[in-house]
């Protein structure tokens, strides 16, 4: 680890702490997506508190209190609890929420009356274990990297090596079963894999934070891709920057690093789940508000339509009266139609333009299509499992299917009503 | 066990009566705790045919399949396919489960689900070939799918997600097919394609097993009926299973109305 | 009042407070929201004691409750966008308000008794000491504020009895019917961050968060009835608090540990040994129910 933390422009001590950040980032973001795809997001809590009783009993046993033995201690103490937490969703009727709540606070429970046992025999010796799990990044070694870089490569091989069982399972376990594969095994292998890193990370940022490094990655990739097998890679690769940002920010501010890491985490969480593409709250508000705003417009484009037809050409406020929309809203219409150079005025009155008129068609047009299909649509053949699109029947179904669907209209119109199919749709 | 599955097929020609059975059940019994689901069930269907599971909800006819296939541990019974034992006969059989429990923003796309029929044939931890990514887009293609193979699965309608599972049991190139309810919130047009569909892979040589409860299209499109209400109350070819008096003992009362206009649409839809 | 007994009553008021909600809980399988309120609650601490330099209790429980009451909109925000599950919202809320508290510790607090070790395990072994005095009277604080909060838990619960129970069981049902499963789930959120927020300034977070979710989830194992998996609860969570006091003194360990293993052991009981669903008694079931299946066909087969 030495040539990278010669590599980059910090001083030592917190190039060490971005390295650690940056690795943890990548175990815990990739295998986090376990644990949240699973709907197990808090599997993490539990397991980083059952370390507790696993750095006791690893000091009770040894007497030392180097950094190997209590990692172990705590690794075991998590897999126990990993196992439990299986078990008791398994066997019984209690759900995964409370399950993983038993063995969060049994262990803990378990952990503090053991601390309070070693403070009341070993004296002094003791300082330092319940400070384990609220995590010191600035206390990381060099030699804590080789560690930590060990772990997160394995957890990543074993994942890219399991892949397709592990997503097989995740993804559908009855047939995952139906198949083959050995189910319940495979749901203890994910859950150990999350030991391996909560044990990683518990040092780093501290067993609260620890949740949040498991769960930030992959939700926040979950919103950027569709995709297991990139969502993988991609939650490491936001895990790591989230680690390495933090880490900086927090070595500029001069405040603990775990904290920073985390509330860099839920900015950028909040930042994909509002501005995601496709996906995310501001666009999908958006779209709504864009799918609205040409409703009305194209509404009060056909209502125009129709009112010329039927007499003169009307003012705005009787336009409005006619369609029974509200005036501002016919108003922000026509100015919109306006701008698309749809309308022609004559003082007051409104016409429509040889495009504007164009345009009224096109939407009669789909709207009529869209009343054949309700009528006729069942005698249709699709050639595949293609469906119609309510709002642009044409282009969801194929121009070969709209004109055979409109032909089915027009015979069964008994084909007189060819020229006032627009007008009888309304 | 009323009639039996030697009722001359109406397709025959490709030998289909010297097969072993497709799928053969052996006094198949289950509980959940005391409860018995399935009592003493003997079933045999016939290779090369378009069978159905009928009876009330609750039946056990997703248990029955489960249980078939080994995924819930059966108080006692057996099941052969195709006269092995299934545990030796994995590779033989492809199952659509019933698909309640999927999560369906779940990061994976309609190909990728596809491309799940191909792991266990070709081995879990090895790359899929050419030819299965070739045989993965057939399959697609098959079910009318293939326009949409980019979609994540969340995205598709309840018809063509259904499309997607059968696609990914098609992949699996297995003999049988073993289908819980596949038309269940499947709308019409989806469902006539479907059965257009299993006919047409019967046609082929496959046999097809579907759990279904509605009684007009099991009449129109199936072969061979299983008729279960914890036992099984009839099997045989459609026309001697589906009969008003087996309606009545299957679904007890409440099949009177059934029985009396037996003759028009005998559709239990729920 | 004798310290021993000042201590089993403040653990017994909060098993009792506690109890009143985390069936609840267990039963909307929101368990772990216990968890998350009670972590979340840092930053309303430090910051009532930045704005106002107190660690009185009174401002301590608003300024926490106020931030309680942040983690669970906050959650329900999250969830609501359909984006993030729920067990996901949860995770990723309560660790960032957490990490507000402390960075908010370590910054602009220190120096002041406001660490970390404070704050995670208040501890129980001091209630005693902290008294108010009612004219001559001097009872322990946290056995007045938890009898306030263990009373208004009553209220609510038997108040909206029959909406709780309704919308525990059937959130869409009760929708038609009129009454909000989205207003009675922050209601009963909001109680149980009062509820954390005030144990947790005199028991410490552990011995809270487990006697919400512990006590409860053996109670679900044992009856089939709300009554009586409530009462169930409470029976669990006061024999934890009697029979975890004197281990503690017995082993000489830590006061809120000892009570959360008795709670623990009493779920594991439960676990191997309740009547229906346990363990025993479903092996038991299945073994002599094999045995009859098998009685059975083989007779059936015998007449054929
Ligand atoms: N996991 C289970 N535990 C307990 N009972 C079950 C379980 N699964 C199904 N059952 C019960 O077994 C019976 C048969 O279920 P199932 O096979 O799903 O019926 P069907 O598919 O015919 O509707 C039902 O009454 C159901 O309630
Ligand atoms: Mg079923």
Redesign the interface.
């Known amino acids: 680890m030495g040539w990278l933390i010669d590599l980059l422009p910090l001083n030592y001590s917190d190039a060490v702490v971005a390295i650690g950040a940056a690795l943890l980032g990548i175990a815990a973001g990739a295998l986090g997506v376990f644990a949240v795809l699973r709907q197990r997001s808090l599997v993490g809590d539990a397991l980083a508190h059952a370390a507790l009783p696993g750095v006791c009993v690893a000091f009770l046993a040894t007497g030392a209190k180097d950094a190997t033995t209590l990692l172990v201690g705590a690794a075991l103490a998590g897999l126990v609890g990993a196992l439990l937490m299986v078990g008791i969703e398994r066997t019984s009727r209690v759900r995964p929420d409370a399950a993983i709540g038993v063995v969060l606070s049994s262990f803990f429970s378990l952990g503090i009356v053991l601390l309070t046992h070693i403070a009341s025999t070993n004296d002094a010796n003791q300082a330092g274990l319940d400070t384990y799990l609220f995590g010191q990044a600035a206390g990381l070694l060099e030699r804590d990297l080789d560690v930590m870089a060990v772990l997160a490569v394995v957890a990543l091989a074993v994942v890219a090596l399991a892949f397709r069982p592990l997503k097989t399972t995740l993804f559908d376990p009855a047939f995952a079963g139906a198949v083959g594969l050995p189910v319940r095994l495979l749901e203890i292998f994910m859950t150990m894999l999350l030991v391996v890193a909560v044990v990683i990370g518990l040092r780093t940022v501290g067993a609260i934070l620890m949740v949040a490094m498991l769960v930030v990655p992959a939700v926040a990739a979950r919103q950027l891709c569709n995709r297991l097998s990139l969502l993988i890679p991609l939650a490491a690769l936001i895990g790591a920057a989230v680690g390495v940002a933090g880490a900086l920010i927090a070595a500029r501010a001069e405040v603990p690093t775990g904290p920073v890491i985390v509330l860099v985490g839920f900015a950028v969480v909040l930042a994909t789940v509002l501005l995601a593409p496709g996906r995310g709250v501001l666009w999908r508000g958006r779209k709504l508000a864009r799918d609205r705003r040409r409703a009305l417009v194209e509404g009060v484009l056909v209502d125009l339509e129709t009112t010329i037809h039927a007499g003169p050409p009307p003012t705005p406020r009787e336009l409005a009266l006619a369609s029974g929309r509200p005036r501002r809203q016919v108003a922000r219409a026509l100015s919109a139609l306006d701008r698309a150079g749809m309308l022609a005025r004559d003082g007051e009155r409104i016409h429509l333009t040889e495009s504007g008129a164009a345009a009224a068609h096109a939407v009669l047009e789909r709207r009529d299509l869209w009343s054949a299909w309700l009528e006729h649509g069942w005698k249709l053949r699709l050639p595949d499992a293609r469906e119609p699109d309510p709002t642009d029947l044409r282009a969801s179904l194929g121009d070969d299917c709209a004109d055979e669907l409109r032909r089915l209209a027009l015979a069964g119109d008994g084909g007189g009503a060819a020229g006032d199919a627009g007008q009888g749709a309304r | 066990m009323s009639a039996h599955q030697d009722g001359g097929p109406p397709t025959a020609g490709r030998g289909a009566g010297d097969r072993a059975p497709a799928l053969e059940i052996r006094?198949m019994?289950v509980?959940y705790?005391?409860r018995?689901v399935l009592w003493?069930v003997d079933a045999s269907f016939p290779a090369g045919r378009l069978s159905a599971i009928v009876g009330p909800n609750g039946a056990g006819k997703s248990t029955l399949l489960?249980a078939a296939?080994g995924?819930i541990p059966a108080?006692?019974g057996q099941t052969l396919v195709e006269g092995r034992p299934v545990g030796a006969a994995?590779d033989r059989?492809a199952?659509v489960?019933?698909r309640d429990?999927?999560?369906w923003?779940?990061?994976?796309?309609v190909r990728?689900?596809v491309e799940?029929g191909r792991?266990?044939p070709t081995g879990?931890?090895r790359r899929v070939p050419r030819r299965d990514a070739a045989l993965v887009d057939d399959c697609l293609?098959r079910?009318?799918?293939?326009?949409?193979r980019g979609r994540?699965i969340g995205q598709l309608?309840g018809?063509?997600r259904q499309?997607v599972f059968i696609a990914?049991a098609l992949a699996?190139q297995a003999p049988l097919l073993l289908m819980d309810e596949p038309f269940s919130g499947v709308d019409?047009?989806?469902e006539a394609?479907i059965l257009e569909l299993l006919a047409a892979l019967r046609d082929e040589g496959r046999s097809i097993v579907v759990v279904h409860h509605d009684l007009g299209t099991v009449r129109g499109a199936f072969d061979h009926a299983l008729l279960l209400n914890v036992r099984a109350v009839a099997e045989g070819p459609v026309a001697e299973v589906v009969t008003r008096e087996t309606l009545a003992r299957a679904y007890g009362a409440g099949a009177d109305a059934v029985g009396r206009d037996a003759g028009e649409a005998l559709s239990w839809a729920g | 009042m004798s310290d021993d007994l000042t201590i089993i009553l403040t653990a017994g008021l909060v098993a009792t407070a506690a109890g009143l909600l985390g069936p609840f809980l267990v039963l909307r399988r929101v368990a772990l929201m216990s968890d998350a309120v009670s972590h979340a609650v840092l930053p309303g601490i430090v910051a009532v004691y930045l704005l106002f330099e107190t660690r009185a209790p009174l401002p301590v429980i608003v300024g926490a409750a106020v931030f309680a009451v942040v983690c669970v909109i906050g959650i329900d925000l999250l969830r609501s966008t359909r984006l993030v599950a729920s067990d996901a919202a949860i995770a990723l809320v309560f660790p960032a308000l957490f990490a507000l508290g402390v960075l908010g510790v370590t910054e602009f607090a220190s120096g002041a008794h406001l660490d970390l070790d404070a704050t995670i395990y208040g501890e129980i072994a001091f209630a005693p000491f902290d008294v108010w005095a009612f004219g001559s009277v001097e009872v322990a604080r946290s056995i007045v504020l938890l009898g306030a909060v263990v009373l208004a838990n009553a209220t609510l619960v038997a108040l909206l009895w029959k909406e709780l129970k309704a919308t525990t069981f059937d959130p869409e049902f009760s929708r038609t019917i009129g009454i909000s499963p989205t207003l009675l789930s922050r209601l009963l959120l909001i109680a149980v961050a009062v509820t954390a927020v005030t144990a947790f300034e005199s028991v410490g977070a552990i011995l809270v968060v487990t006697m919400l979710i512990v006590p409860a989830a053996a109670a679900y194992l044992l009856c089939d009835r709300l009554l009586a998996m409530i009462a169930v609860t409470l029976g669990i969570g006061w024999l934890s608090a009697v029979l975890g006091h004197t281990v503690a003194l017995r082993a000489d360990a830590s006061i809120a540990g000892s009570m959360g293993l008795v709670a623990a052991c009493c779920f594991v009981l439960a676990l191997v040994l309740s009547p229906k669903y346990g363990l025993l008694a479903r092996a038991l079931q299945r073994r002599r129910r094999r045995r009859e299946v098998r009685a059975a066909l083989a007779e059936a087969h015998a007449a054929r």
Do not use: C, H, N
């Open positions: 006094r019994t509980s705790g005391a018995p003493d489960k296939l995924l108080d006692a994995r059989v199952y489960p019933q429990a999927v999560d923003d779940f990061p994976i796309t990728e689900v799940m792991y266990a879990w931890f293609e079910v009318g799918m293939g326009d949409f994540q309608s018809g063509q499309r990914r699996q019409a047009r989806t394609s």
